[in-house]
């Protein structure tokens, strides 16, 4: 079966031949002209569909001459291209340089806000400490009598020193991590004495919001590999997060489930507003708030979630999040059963 697919020619390789003939004054333009209407009746026919081809049979052009000038175009046109590769390769490299640069600041300038970050927030434990000491003695009435007003003031403003000190402990905690410093200090750890814990101290805020705290964490569960301290930040960073974006009248469930023989799931759920599908990247920036407006609803550093994805990985785990807008948010990570 024959093909009809046209012969290959190295006239295929050559663009714009014609007028390449016309300004080397081997045809004139009457002749390309002549030329181009014969190849078009031809082509019609059935018959040769190039344009050299069609300049040697109406005896315009001679073969030799022809071969001639398609080499001299095919060179011309490899000498163009490996020109443009150079060219290419010069711009990559320049390229590839401004970008190392580039990459080399922003390696720097992201050490010296880790640095910043580290030293601002180490001078400010200092004061704090000073205004938390003075507050608990005004408060229990070492330097002297207080009115119940005065008490109530002195005891918001304890609430507020501490919700202060948690921001200044979670800003030192990135700045470790930023620099590669944060410790894990792994051992046999009392999971569901954690999340009991965490969820009894967050009681409070969710009573006060409305919302229906939910523990599920059955007796059974076995303890797992981590270190309690981080893991404890974790949880708390997680149902606060739940608590403050689900609407009152809503619920955040704190659950841990055996996955196999190895591995505990911790989870929390919550029915609150959700997160939007083409926003979920956003959640892990640090320093980020996806509403960023000045008169948004829900305070904190935007710290929570960065931090809380470098803890879990620190684990050797993984951070996996399902959310969607008005549905609420699921976080769970799975952590390593320690078997007796």
């Known amino acids: 079966m024959e093909s009809n697919q046209p012969k290959l020619s190295p006239e295929m390789l050559v663009p714009r031949l014609g007028e390449y003939l016309v ?13 181009l209407t014969y190849q078009q009746d031809a082509a019609e026919k059935g018959g040769t569909a190039l344009l050299g081809q069609a300049l040697i049979e109406m005896k315009l052009l001679t073969q030799e001459t022809l071969d001639q000038v398609i080499t001299e175009q095919i060179i011309q046109l490899r000498s163009a291209l490996q020109s443009a590769n150079r060219n290419l390769e010069q711009r ?8 190392n640069e580039a990459l080399n600041r922003l390696s720097e300038l ?53 919700k202060l000190e948690d921001m200044i402990e979670d800003l030192i905690m990135f700045s470790l991590a930023s620099k590669g410093e944060m410790s894990m200090k792994l051992a046999n750890t009392d999971i569901r004495r954690i999340v009991s814990l965490v969820a009894k101290g967050a009681a409070r805020k969710a009573e006060e919001r409305g919302v229906n705290l939910i523990v599920n964490a059955p007796e059974d569960i076995p303890f797992v590999q981590a270190d309690g301290e981080k893991i404890s930040w974790v ?5 606060d997060n739940g608590i403050k974006f689900t609407p009152s009248g809503g619920s955040v469930t704190v659950s841990l489930e055996e996955e196999g023989n190895n591995l505990i799931q911790v989870g929390v759920q919550d029915t609150g507003v959700g ?57 769970k990570f799975p952590l390593l059963a320690i078997r007796d």
Do not use: C
């Open 92 to 99: 990559v490299r320049e390229r590839t340089s401004e970008l």
């Open 235 to 239: 949880v708390g960073q997680l149902l």
């Open 275 to 331: 997160i939007p599908a083409s926003r979920m990247k956003e959640i892990f920036e640090p320093f980020h708030q996806l509403d960023g407006s000045p008169t948004r609803r829900h305070g904190g550093t935007g710290l929570g979630l960065s931090l809380v994805r470098q803890i879990v990985e620190a684990h050797g785990s993984l951070l996996e999040v399902k959310s969607a807008e008005g549905r609420g948010a699921s976080f």
């Open 110 to 162: 992201s050490q010296m806000k880790a640095n910043f970050v580290a030293n601002i927030s180490h001078e400010l434990r200092t004061p704090l400490t000073h205004i938390k000491g003075y507050i608990e003695l005004l408060v229990s009435e070492s330097l002297g009598r207080i009115t119940d007003e005065q008490r109530h003031a002195l005891t918001v403003s304890q609430r507020a020193a501490g």
């Open 23 to 35: 300004q080397k004054g081997l045809i004139s333009e009457i002749d390309l002209l002549r030329a």
